[in-house]
């Protein structure tokens, strides 16, 4: 792990690793290309295929084309700011991922651990995760996380896709954490 520990702060900082920013940008462009290239592209209607519907094609191409787009404005924000990606301390958590946040232990209740595809989230289980979502201050994280709730069972996750860490040395010292503030 490429990490900072800061002894007066008692905190660890993971930054960003921009090796893997530059990849995820690199996806997210094609997938973007690939949004616009459905919506330019002329589609037959006598084929029954929904691959051939332009309802379905052109609806792809465009929340395609929008989600990747925000993704890749995301990650070059990443790519340009020089804050660290996670903070850990005796505190809690400060994310500065995708949703940017600060969650104190005493607020979690357990992590757990999901799959989807190729990418692996640590979910953080929240002890009022309703209030939590409700002190949000903006629209669209109130949004994202009451998604994130209904889908998981909890509005925070947090993926080392974008770290210069691997998944599962930051499971396990979120895990070590979060044990050590029960005390």
Same mark, same amino acid.
């Given at each position: 792990?490429?990490?900072?520990? +800061? ?9 960003? @690793?921009?090796?893997?920013?530059? %990849? ?7 997938? $973007?290309?690939?949004? $616009? ?21 052109? @609806? ?11 993704? =890749? ?20 958590? +400060?994310?500065? %991922? ?19 595809? =190729?990418?692996?989230?640590?979910? $953080? ?5 309703? =209030? ?5 201050? @903006? ?6 996380? @009451?998604?994130?709730?209904? %889908?998981?069972?909890?509005? $925070? ?27």
């Amino acid at each position: 792990m490429n990490t900072a520990f +800061n002894p007066a702060l008692q905190q660890i900082q993971i930054p960003f @690793s921009k090796n893997k920013l530059v %990849l995820l940008l690199i996806v997210s462009i094609i997938f $973007v290309v690939i949004g $616009v290239f459905m919506l330019i592209t002329p589609h037959k209607t006598g084929d029954n295929s929904i691959y051939n519907n332009p309802v379905f094609v052109i @609806s792809f191409g465009t929340i395609g084309s929008i989600l990747f787009i925000a993704t =890749a404005a995301l990650f070059i924000t990443h790519l340009l700011d020089s804050k660290p990606g996670l903070i850990i301390n005796d505190e809690g958590i +400060n994310l500065n %991922l995708y949703i940017k946040d600060y969650i104190k232990w005493a607020e979690i209740q357990q992590l757990g651990i999901t799959q989807i595809g =190729a990418a692996k989230l640590i979910l $953080v289980y929240l002890k009022q995760p309703e =209030a939590f979502i409700a002190k949000q201050n @903006s629209f669209f994280k109130k949004r994202i996380m @009451s998604l994130n709730y209904k %889908l998981s069972g909890t509005p $925070v996750s947090i993926t080392s896709n974008s770290l210069k860490c691997g998944f599962d040395e930051l499971y396990t010292l979120l895990n070590q954490k979060l044990n050590n503030s029960c005390v």
